[in-house]
């Protein structure tokens, strides 16, 4: 509880009141927005990844779940990233404990870059590595929660990493037709990360469904090609 307390005094003595105001605007915090109620202290990525590797031998699972429950968002993203640190450290008790732990707190993984930067390398990596685990993802990615569909496609970032594509694209399947722009740019970014490993891969998958694609989830696909192959994707005329 000390440590708990000396990770939270610390975090607010880095508090930047115009940063966090523009965090806030930036998140989507206002009323009806998918970020609502979230509270910001205004501090930077880099800064709160130095914070976690600072606190990450003192703060304890019990610690973490506090500080997931925060309203806080910056104590929720040390707390994820604590948690990162931890399963790398961590034998393969530690990490299923880690793994277990993040399912029960899932809840409190609310904002995209709460996924992005927990997500593939503990949810993600431990179901990789224990494939009888991967019905949860594709459970994830039929829910009406934004954030578990969220999570579902980006945990695959870390199957892809290894070469290994199709629950990547079969999950994209599944979330074509989602009408949120958040799960737009995520299936995107990962067909991407296919394309960057396997062009031929993705462009099978693009074949069969780029005319059905949401466009921003087309534009973050094709991203990395050539001027003209894009702009023939974006007429229709591959």
Request: aromatic share 12%; charged share 35%; glycine share 6%.
């Amino acid at each position: 509880m000390i440590d708990l307390e000396k990770l939270r005094k610390y975090l607010r003595s880095k508090e930047n009141k115009k940063k966090a105001n523009s965090f806030q605007r930036y998140f989507k915090t206002g009323k009806g927005e998918y970020g609502e109620g979230d509270i910001f202290l205004g501090i930077t990525v880099p800064e709160e990844r130095k914070i976690a590797i600072k606190f990450s031998d003192l703060i304890t699972l019990e610690d973490a779940e506090k500080l997931l429950k925060s309203k806080i968002h910056e104590e929720r993203f040390v707390a994820l990233e604590i948690l990162v640190f931890k399963y790398e450290k961590g034998d393969l008790k530690e990490r299923k404990e880690i793994y277990d732990f993040y399912l029960k707190n899932i809840r409190f993984i609310n904002n995209w870059d709460l996924v992005d930067t927990s997500a593939p390398y503990i949810f993600g990596d431990f179901i990789l590595k224990n494939p009888k685990s991967i019905k949860i993802l594709y459970s994830l990615a039929h829910s009406k929660n934004l954030w578990e569909k969220r999570i579902a496609i980006i945990s695959t970032y870390s199957f892809i990493k290894q070469n290994q594509f199709n629950d990547t694209l079969r999950i994209s399947e599944i979330l074509l037709n989602d009408s949120h722009d958040l799960i737009h740019k995520a299936v995107g970014w990962m067909l991407r990360e296919i394309g960057n490993r396997n062009e031929r891969i993705l462009g099978g998958f693009l074949k069969k469904y780029y005319k059905k694609m949401p466009r921003t989830m087309l534009r973050y696909a094709i991203e990395k090609f050539p001027e003209e192959k894009r702009k023939k994707y974006l007429k229709g005329e591959i």
